[in-house]
T-cell receptor, first 118, second 111 residues
Framework: GAVVSQHPSWVICKSGTSVKIECRSL??????MFWYRQFPKQSLMLMAT?????????EQGVEKDKFLINHASLTLSTLTVTSAHPEDSSFYIC??????????????FGPGTRLTVT | GNSVTQMEGPVTLSEEAFLTINCTYT??????LFWYVQYPGEGLQLLLK?????DKGSNKGFEATYRKETTSFHLEKGSVQVSDSAVYFC??????????FGQGTRLTINP
């Protein structure tokens, strides 16, 4: 499967600052990547779909001006949390839409980024 | 819409016990079905998959069979190890639609 990396793996920032998280597809050219958010002991919540060369598609209830997504190349998508607040503290995971098996596509996930806003 | 329901956790077993984690789904047609595993502090890893009815996915001693008649994809392992302690997510995808996850089942294996 596809190998996906995220950077940084964890970050602490002060309230009001912005944080950028990178998601890289190391061995696969990904036209579509996804950004998820996971709260402790909960499942993953899809935030947005990142499409190379075009604007991201955000899920209902996700503020597009707060969570800026850029997918400028086939191997890199970035998520910028702008003016972060403590309630933005969470585990952010990206994934790559990769191999098509049968009628559907598989997704491969990055290791996640733990964001703590103080 | 499509949905996935997993058995409620947490599940606690002794080493070498038999494991079953139930998963049922609701979807039209024939979605692809997956089990992902998440170890503490990490992202999700694809554990196994099945793309059509009666397919059996297997990996690392885990198995799951795609049962169309019962819309199920239960995860099983004959003898669990402490290192299997993790959260397990059942998921489905249909075509180019979004991946739909179950709520996750936390598994703890005691030595």
């Amino acid at each position: 499967g596809a190998v996906v990396s995220q950077h940084p793996s964890w970050v602490i920032c002060k309230s009001g600052t912005s944080v950028k998280i990178e998601c890289r597809s190391l061995d696969f050219q990904a036209t579509t990547m996804f950004w998820y958010r996971q709260f402790p002991k909960q499942s993953l919540m899809l935030m947005a779909t990142s499409n190379e060369g075009s604007k991201a598609t955000y899920e209902q209830g996700v503020e597009k001006d707060k969570f800026l997504i850029n997918h400028a190349s086939l191997t890199l998508s970035t998520l910028t949390v702008t003016s972060a607040h403590p309630e933005d503290s969470s585990f952010y995971i990206c994934s790559v839409r990769a191999v098509r098996t049968g009628d559907s596509y598989e997704q491969y996930f990055g290791p996640g980024t733990r964001l703590t806003v103080t | 819409g499509n949905s996935v329901t997993q058995m409620e956790g947490p599940v606690t077993l002794s080493e070498e016990a038999f494991l079953t984690i139930n998963c049922t789904y609701t979807a039209t047609g024939y979605p692809s079905l997956f089990w992902y595993v998440q170890y503490p502090g990490e992202g999700l890893q694809l554990l196994l998959k099945a793309t059509k009815a009666d397919d059996k996915g297997s990996n690392k001693g885990f198995e799951a069979t795609y049962r169309k008649e019962t819309t199920s994809f239960h995860l099983e392992k004959g003898s669990v190890q402490v290192s299997d302690s993790a959260v397990y997510f059942c998921a489905l995808v249909k075509g180019a639609q979004k991946l739909v996850f179950g709520q996750g089942t936390r598994l703890t294996i005691n030595p």
